[in-house]
Structures are given as structure tokens and as C-alpha cells.
């Protein structure tokens, strides 16, 4: 699949008209629990501004991370404590540590880095037969160094999915059977997953979504294809936000979709 593609299907689906509705649509009383408590958003983007997850790692780092990831100077080591940082700012070095200290013990992080970011700046989806000799990598630790690399790209957890997949449906019961047909080639390419215990990040099996966790090439291409989704709203309704202004607000928006399904 390749972007242009993405952005045929989300045309015939009627899907920009339906997120220009969307973006001014009010998310009120919102309990995200002890941390944050009750939230409420006036828009899509309200929720971009009211976004409090950065922790202690400032606007400055992010930028010297992305430095470092497309530098051709830098070193295995320089690369792995870079990759070792963002896991801990995303609070995910459990399970991708290992992956990231492989790649360095076998002196092929570095390579491996650069590869992935030529990978990010094609505009179609990776074939598996094509990398039969290659690993690519994906998980929740890895989606966060790809948006590192490459600012176009989506951090794509179960938060951002959810409230990504929750967009993509708004209009389904309105679609003609072509449609719904045209429909399931996009989400059949997308996942479905679950998140913390009790926090409703799943949408109905109807539609297409692939109910089980992202890895590999599959992950892989599900992290481009919900980032040209982003990127073809964006330049579809001329947009003045950045990439991560969309993900930072579909991962506040995605906390729990019980509590947000019943508007618009």
C-alpha cells in the first residue's frame, strides 16, 4: 500500500469531511484517575495543548535525539544510550532493551538505524518476501525511536491507535457495502490492541482491525500507514499543526473510548 493510495481510500470514504467535524467536537469530563483527573477538551486539538506526559525531558533533548539518530558521525555507543534514553522516557525498557543491545553487541545498531531511516521516507508499505534476509523491528519501545528519526512519523501505541481507529469509523454505518469493502482494505492493515487493564482501547471486531499486538513488518507498516493518515488529514484540510500536536492529542483522546464514543 502507499500513501497516495491511503489518501484515495480516506477520500472515497468521506473520511476528511467527517474529522473536520470532529476537530470541534467537545471531549468533557474526562477521568483519566489520580494523576491527572478530570479533563475536559473544547477540540481535537485542546487536547494536544493540555498534553502532559513529556515528564522531565525537555523540547531540547527531543532535538539532539533526532540529531544524533540522523548523524552519520556518531557511534554505536552514542546511538545506544540515545535509543536506551528514549525507552526510558517512554517507560518502555522492559522487553526492548534486549532487542536494542543485540543489535549493538553485533556492531549493527548503527546500520541498522540508518536503514530504518531511509525506510521512513518511502511512501509504500514493506513487502515481506523483500526483507526474508532482514529484521525489522516494532514495538512500543521502537515506534518511539522511528518518531525520533523521523518527526512525520507517529508514535503509534494503543492510545494513538485507539483514538485513530475511533475516528476512522465515526461515518461506517453511513457507507454504501462498496465502501465498507473499500473500508476494510485500509483497517485490515491496522491493529486493534488493547492497553491498561480496564481502559477501553478496542473498537468492534466489524470492522477490520487486526485484534492482536503490532511486531515485525506488520507493525512496521501499520506505524507508516497511521502516520500518512495523519499526514494526508493534515495536508488534505490544511492543518497548521505538526505531527506530534496530532499524536500528542489522539493519545490523550485515546486514554479510554468508553468515555468518548457517545460524542459527535
Not at 486514554?255 to 468518548?260: A, R, T, Y
Amino acid at each position: 500500500m502507499t500513501k497516495n493510495q491511503v489518501d484515495t481510500i480516506l477520500k472515497s470514504l468521506g473520511y476528511y469531511d467527517s474529522f473536520k467535524e470532529l476537530m470541534n467536537q467537545t471531549y468533557l469530563d474526562i477521568d483519566y484517575g489520580k494523576r491527572l483527573g478530570v479533563i475536559s477538551f473544547d477540540s481535537i486539538f485542546e487536547a494536544d495543548h493540555k498534553y502532559a506526559y513529556n515528564g522531565d525531558v525537555g523540547i531540547a533533548q527531543f532535538q539532539e535525539w533526532n540529531i544524533i539518530l540522523n548523524s552519520k558521525y556518531v557511534s554505536e555507543e552514542q546511538i545506544l544510550i540515545v535509543c536506551l534514553k528514549i525507552f526510558d522516557w517512554g517507560n518502555v525498557l522492559t522487553g526492548n532493551v534486549k532487542s536494542v543491545v543485540n543489535l549493538y553487541e553485533q556492531k549493527k545498531l548503527k546500520k541498522y538505524i540508518h536503514k530504518v531511516t531511509e525506510l521512513l521516507t518511502f511512501q509504500k508499505t514493506l513487502e515481506k518476501p523483500n526483507f526474508i534476509n532482514d529484521t525489522i523491528l516494532w514495538s512500543s519501545g521502537w515506534t518511539k525511536v522511528y518518531s525520533f528519526i523521523n518527526p512525520d512519523i507517529l508514535i503509534y501505541d494503543s492510545r494513538v491507535s485507539a483514538f485513530l481507529n475511533f475516528t476512522l469509523i465515526r461515518n461506517y454505518n453511513s457507507l454504501s457495502e462498496n465502501q465498507k469493502e473499500i473500508f476494510q482494505k485500509l483497517s485490515n492493515q491496522l491493529f486493534n490492541f488493547s492497553g491498561a487493564l480496564g481502559r477501553e482501547r478496542k473498537v468492534a471486531a466489524l470492522y477490520g482491525f487486526k485484534n492482536q499486538h503490532p511486531k515485525g513488518i506488520d507493525g512496521f507498516n501499520a506505524n507508516l500507514i497511521s502516520s500518512w493518515i495523519t499526514q494526508c488529514t493534515k495536508e488534505r484540510l490544511g492543518i497548521n499543526k505538526s505531527i506530534r500536536s496530532f499524536e500528542k492529542a489522539f493519545f490523550m483522546l485515546g486514554f479510554d473510548l468508553k468515555q468518548i464514543k457517545d460524542k459527535g
